[in-house]
């Protein structure tokens, strides 16, 4: 299972630091997601995590403010999100991915974390 | 990116009757290595989303088998054999042949007459 807290609340022009942490499998052995999903709204899919390796992938319109990390000895990962405004305001999910280097679909999902922002 | 159309956006259905959705890609989803990527989701109310499909028409364990995936290249479909009260929810499609970004269509709202 995925575990992240329930809320965060920050203001504009803050930072958010959303932790993920994974149990019952093997961390560094599948992709780690960030999905986000703004109230009312689908599903946005913002970047992912190699596990193993450290190495990322983001959604071209974050690439700027975002930052994903990972904690191996702990088994989380953590999405860095900065410079935030009232449309970041949303449910950030983190899901795990395929294996590494493969294609995978997200089989299994945080309950996720809902960041509000707000002045 | 590609582009993922998801029809109908709302559908509502008897309990015991059939359902079909559709999910259409701007770009085929037939990778190079023969594997074609795309994924079917249901968010429930309140729920964090949860995978049913993966490559088109595999099942994930557990997912009940009222439920199949059919398409290729461009054009897919979700069928539910016969819809019960707790399928209802947001059904996403996603593609993940060209990555990144994964993306994901608007959603189809299911919900029971």
């Known amino acids: 299972q995925l575990v992240q807290p329930a809320t965060e609340v920050r203001k504009p022009g803050a930072s958010v630091k959303v932790s993920c942490t994974a149990s019952?499998?093997?961390?560094?052995?599948?992709?780690l997601h960030w999905v986000r999903q703004a109230p009312g709204q689908g599903l946005e899919w913002m970047g992912r995590?190699?596990?193993?390796?450290?190495?990322?992938e983001y959604e071209e319109k974050f690439q700027a403010r975002i930052a994903m990390t990972r904690d191996t000895s702990v088994s989380a990962a953590y999405l860095d999100l900065s410079a935030l405004t009232s449309a970041d305001t949303a449910i950030y999910y983190c899901?795990?991915?395929?294996?590494?280097?493969?294609?995978?679909?997200?089989?299994?999902w945080g309950q996720g974390t809902m960041v509000s922002v707000s002045s | 990116d590609i582009v993922l159309t998801q029809t109908p956006l709302s559908l509502s259905v008897t309990p015991g009757q059939p359902a079909s959705m559709s999910c259409k890609s701007s770009?085929?989803?037939?990778?190079?290595?023969?594997?074609?990527?795309l994924f079917w989701y249901l968010q429930k109310t309140g729920q964090s989303p949860q995978l049913l499909i993966y490559e088109v028409s595999n099942r994930l364990s557990g997912v009940p088998d009222r439920f199949s995936g059919s398409g290729s290249g461009t054009d897919f479909t979700l069928e539910i054999s016969r819809v019960e009260a707790e399928d209802v929810g947001i059904y996403y499609c996603?593609?993940?042949?060209?990555?990144?970004?994964?993306?994901f269509g608007p959603g189809t709202k299911v919900n029971i007459k």
């Open positions: 019952g499998y093997n961390f560094n052995d599948y992709y």
């Open positions: 995590i190699n596990t193993a390796t450290g190495g990322t």
């Open positions: 899901a795990r991915g395929g294996r590494l280097y493969t294609r995978g679909g997200f089989d299994v």
């Open positions: 996603m593609q993940g042949k060209q990555i990144p970004p994964f993306t």
């Open positions: 770009q085929s989803l037939l990778h190079s290595d023969g594997r074609t990527y």
